[in-house]
């Protein structure tokens, strides 16, 4: 079963504009990482950010920020005022202590397109 | 710059070709791990490795192998490549230690897509 869903596949929205990425994330453990990775057009996955499940406060970073409510079981992901560089597939991720083989289960993604 | 480097960017190759991708990764990491990507399923985990001639199953092992002779090096081995196949493989590494593995950030390559015609 995917324990990472992303419900959105695909975001479109013209320069400026904010945009939220949705995760929900299923795990019967207490202790898990959440992590969140941009994958541009060329094609690396690149980290955005870890988050532990006994830290529920919301960061940000530049135009990214960040909201961890472990009572919806949802980790979202904003960017403000989107840029065309932020034009990506980007890919929620969960690390899950019961699977006990120590792998990430990502989301599906959600590719995101910013206009000029 | 760290670097995660896949050798091949685009893939083209024949059913039951066998099929051989590499993975090199220039910062001592313990941990390396083959992904595919496939549209509206995202990243499946292949195999991983934490250790120099160690390999773990990951979700989708049937139909491919892997090899680590090296500790920078992990190769993907497609023994009869098939048509279900074709797909984007990406490989990542990570800092060592069994207990850190699951929290420790990975480092992408840039991937390689492969189509098995």
């Known amino acids: 079963a995917q324990k990472v869903t992303q419900a959105q596949t695909e975001i479109s929205v013209v320069e400026k504009e904010d945009v939220t990425l949705d995760c929900v994330y299923e795990?019967?453990?207490?202790?898990?990482?959440l992590f969140w990775y941009k994958q541009p057009p060329s094609g690396e996955l690149v980290f955005l950010i870890r988050r532990n499940s006994f830290d529920e406060q919301n960061e940000i970073s530049g135009r990214y920020s960040w909201n961890f409510q472990k009572s919806t079981s949802s980790f979202n992901f904003t960017i403000t005022a989107s840029q065309v560089v932020d034009s990506a597939v980007y890919f929620c991720a969960l690390s899950d202590p019961s699977s006990n083989d120590y792998k990430l289960s990502f989301g599906a993604g959600t590719t995101v397109t910013v206009r000029a | 710059d760290v670097k995660v480097t896949q050798s091949s960017r685009y893939l083209v190759k024949r059913t039951g070709e066998k099929v051989f991708l590499e993975c090199v990764q220039d910062m001592d990491h313990e941990n390396m791990f083959w992904y595919r990507q496939d549209p509206g399923l995202g990243l499946r985990l292949i195999y991983f490795?934490?250790?120099?001639?160690?390999?773990e199953k990951g979700d989708i092992p049937e139909g491919y192998s892997v090899s680590r002779e090296k500790k920078e090096r992990f190769s993907l081995i497609l023994e009869s490549a098939s048509t279900n196949q074709t797909s984007m493989y990406l490989c990542?590494?990570?800092?060592?230690?069994?207990?850190?593995?699951?929290?420790?950030?990975?480092?992408f390559g840039s991937g390689t897509q492969l189509s098995v015609l």
């Open positions: 795990t019967r453990d207490t202790t898990y990482y």
């Open positions: 990542a590494s990570s800092r060592g230690g069994s207990d850190l593995l699951r929290y420790e950030k990975l480092f």
């Open positions: 490795s934490y250790d120099v001639k160690m390999k």
